[in-house]
């Protein structure tokens, strides 16, 4: 199947694996990153993944399902929003996937999002996610420094 264009981003977290991971699906922190957005699952392969929230005062619930999990490790999920203007049908949906990988004292976090169609999507894409990466990195280095 041909996803079409594809947008990475990278950043070093000083958090352990866990942490991250835990930034990942725990909806408290998910909430403080994701614009306010309101993320449920239950975390296995073939589960339903909702954010819920508002954006410039209208109300969503963007969707997909959960389609690898490996704790601490990986994290892929198929992703369709009504904002995007497109139908709710198979090839409209993106996939997102979140990895993890350890390094000393820091982890990486590589976002990966495809079915792009644009190279502007891919550039818009690859700011969104490392805003996201950058305040995932904010949030538990901030927090660790408390723990300190």
């Known amino acids: 199947m041909n996803r079409k264009l594809v947008a990475t981003t990278s950043l070093s977290i000083y958090a352990s694996p866990s942490?991250?991971?835990?930034a990942l699906i725990d909806p408290e922190i998910v909430k403080?990153?994701?614009?306010?957005?309101?993320?449920?699952?239950?975390?296995?392969?073939?589960?339903?993944?909702?954010?819920?929230g508002e954006w410039e005062g209208k109300p969503y619930q963007d969707k997909g399902t959960i389609i690898e999990i490996k704790p601490?490790?990986?994290?892929?999920?198929?992703?369709?929003?009504?904002?995007?203007g497109t139908e709710d049908i198979e090839?409209?949906?993106?996939?997102?996937?979140?990895?993890?990988s350890e390094y000393?004292?820091?982890?990486?976090?590589?976002?990966?999002?495809?079915?792009l169609d644009t190279d502007e999507d891919v550039v818009k894409?690859?700011?969104n996610w490392m805003k996201v990466a950058h305040n995932i990195k904010d949030i538990l280095e901030k927090e660790s420094?408390?723990?300190l």
């Open 19 to 22: 942490d991250v991971w835990r």
């Open 32 to 52: 403080q990153y994701m614009h306010g957005a309101i993320v449920e699952s239950d975390w296995h392969v073939g589960s339903p993944i909702t954010f819920t």
């Open 72 to 84: 601490e490790r990986v994290l892929g999920f198929s992703f369709w929003s009504p904002m995007f």
């Open 91 to 100: 090839e409209n949906y993106m996939h997102v996937t979140y990895h993890v």
């Open 104 to 115: 000393d004292d820091e982890t990486t976090l590589t976002i990966t999002q495809d079915n």
């Open 125 to 127: 894409a690859e700011e």
């Open 145 to 147: 420094k408390h723990v």
